[in-house]
Nanobody, 117 residues
Framework: QVQLVESGGGLVQAGGSLRLSCAASGSTFTINAMGWYRQAPGKQRELVATITNGGITNYADSVKGRFTISRDSAKNTVYLQMNSLKPEDTAVYYC???????????WGQGTQVTVSS
């Protein structure tokens, strides 16, 4: 089992910044990539950014140039630095651990990010 705990959400004005953290514990060796997803009210959950164990990153077009995903392997923690936030970034942000082949994925409980205009 893997436990994922997010933190760092909150209320920020448009143009501001937030940094989300996702701390993983348990059988983290079963995970080969980590990611951030978000879900706004009435919308489907969507990918924000991912990072593999090798450090390869991928971003949604809507956040490229504004958000940065990174990881501290020693702390089993993944971060999402969000700059130049927009009201449309308002959502619950979820951390996801992608399991290695034939192993399951894991989700955190989510953290609310609200960007006011």
């Amino acid at each position: 089992q893997v436990q994922l705990v997010e933190s760092g959400g909150g209320l920020v004005q448009a143009g501001g910044s937030l940094r989300l953290s996702c701390a993983a514990s348990g059988s983290t060796f079963t995970i080969n990539a980590m990611g951030w997803y978000r879900q706004a009210p009435g919308k489907q959950r969507e990918l924000v950014a991912t990072i593999t164990n090798g450090g390869i990153t991928n971003y949604a077009d809507s956040v490229k140039g504004r958000f940065t995903i990174s990881r501290d392997s020693a702390k089993n923690t993944v971060y999402l630095q969000m700059n130049s936030l927009k009201p449309e970034d308002t959502a619950v942000y979820y951390c996801k651990g992608n399991g290695r082949p034939y192993l399951r994925d894991y989700w955190g409980q989510g953290t609310q990010v609200t960007v006011s205009s």
